[in-house]
């Protein structure tokens, strides 16, 4: 008669041998993870890469005109300057007595004082002919201090002051217009041929 066979049921795992275990799987992922990242962030020189967003090629840089060129009074060829035609900015005003809210003249007189520059962006000296002033589209009879050459590329201070008498309420519409010639003579035939108007 065979004895019969005993089996002892398997010891139930306690805390201290899930840990290495647990430990070892840690290990394992943490370095699975820093695997992947590395192949994600080094990738091999000159491999494409997709951009989210791809933005259109830029379009290449806007080259310089031709010269302009006309024919002087004694038959030569002259070269016309470039750039913006010269101009006038008004950039400070002060107004005795104040304007109503900022902005509107009441039926009275004023003392205006009017502050800017006029600028010359253009390759060549140019001469003031006249500067004059409208209020309300009229002319105004100002004391206009200003220099009568402009250098290439540069610009003056204009100071525009004297009193207005406002015969009726209503906004101030303050306007400057410049006349102006090329210093030198032989670019008279150019006039404004070839600048940039400035608004």
């Not at 840990?19 to 962030?41: C, E, G």
């Not at 006038?88 to 107004?95: E, H, S």
């Not at 500067?131 to 201070?157: F, H, M, N």
Request: hydrophobic share 40%; aromatic share 4%; glycine share 8%.
């Amino acid at each position: 008669m065979n004895a019969p066979t005993l089996e002892r049921p398997a010891p139930e795992p306690d805390a201290r041998n899930r840990r290495p275990v647990m430990l070892a799987l840690l290990v394992v992922a943490a370095v699975a993870s820093l695997a992947v990242a590395v192949v994600l962030i080094a990738q091999p020189a000159g491999s494409p890469s997709t951009a989210a967003h791809p933005r259109p090629p830029l379009l290449p840089a806007a080259s310089a005109g031709a010269p302009l060129y006309v024919t002087g009074v004694d038959g030569r060829s002259v070269t016309c300057p470039t750039g913006s035609e010269p101009s006038i900015y008004l950039t400070g005003a002060v107004f005795t007595p104040a304007l109503t809210g900022g902005s509107t003249m009441g039926k009275r007189r004023y003392h205006l004082r009017l502050e800017g520059s006029v600028n010359n962006e253009t390759g060549a000296a140019v001469d003031i002919r006249t500067l004059t002033v409208s209020v309300r589209e009229s002319y105004w009879p100002a004391k206009i201090t200003v220099a009568r050459s402009i250098a290439p590329q540069s610009s003056i201070r204009v100071v525009i002051e004297g009193d207005y008498r406002s015969t009726e309420s209503g906004p101030v519409d303050v306007a400057s217009h410049l006349d102006w010639r090329w210093h030198a003579a032989d670019l008279t035939a150019c006039g404004e041929a070839g600048l940039i108007e400035d608004d």
